[in-house]
């Protein structure tokens, strides 16, 4: 394993740990939300990097840092959700939950790996408040194509963005310092 991918694989050991003792706390609460919901939840998140990153600090005890691993858990829940489309039952069992988790970082991880291929780990010489505001505009271009009922004309679509975001919102927890002490 490179170091990017031992990197990788730690972030999101963090955001899964994360996610599954918060699911024990409220279950699958979330599943009641639409995906323009759950797009607006993450907007609100990186929302509050980019003014923390502006302002220099921040008024309430969390930093870049929390805001950043949930981006990534809110947008593994939409591609979940994306999946379940047709499914309105809102409580999934924890194994199954798992499941699904694993399922969708490990699309992510796959794309990321094909694309830093390609682009030579550009990512590594990017700030982190440039990928925040990439982070931002996929938001928005996310938001764009929910208000056109999902229809694109040569867009990639919402899926994809929602993995891109993931991904950037990984580099950044790693430029953060958050990856140090992997195995």
């Known amino acids: 394993m490179n170091n990017t991918e ?15 003792k918060k699911n024990k706390d409220y279950g699958t609460s979330w599943r009641i939300l639409r995906l323009p919901s759950i ?3 993450i907007f609100i998140k990186a929302q509050r990097i980019r003014t923390i990153q502006d302002n220099g600090f ?3 005890d969390e930093g870049e840092v929390p805001e950043f691993i949930g981006i990534i858990n809110y947008c593994v829940m939409a591609l979940i959700q994306a999946d379940l489309k047709d ?8 194994i199954e939950l798992q499941e699904m988790y694993n399922k969708q970082v490990s699309e992510v991880m796959e794309l990321l790996f ?10 590594r010489d990017m700030r982190v408040s440039s990928m925040t505001d990439i982070i931002l ?16 004309i040569v867009s990639e679509g919402i899926k994809s963005g929602y993995q891109d975001i993931i ?4 580099f950044c927890l790693i430029k953060l310092g958050q990856a140090q002490g992997q195995q």
Request: one cysteine or more.
């Open 58 to 60: 921040s008024k309430v």
């Open 114 to 123: 094909n694309k830093n291929h390609d682009y030579g780990e550009a990512w």
């Open 39 to 41: 797009t607006d939840q």
């Open 167 to 170: 991904n950037y919102a990984v």
């Open 87 to 94: 499914s309105s039952e809102l409580e999934i069992p924890f």
């Open 6 to 20: 031992l990197e990788y694989k730690h972030i999101i050991r963090i955001c899964q740990d994360l996610f599954e």
């Open 137 to 152: 505009m996929k938001l928005f271009r996310i938001k764009q194509i929910e208000d056109n009922q999902g229809k694109t």
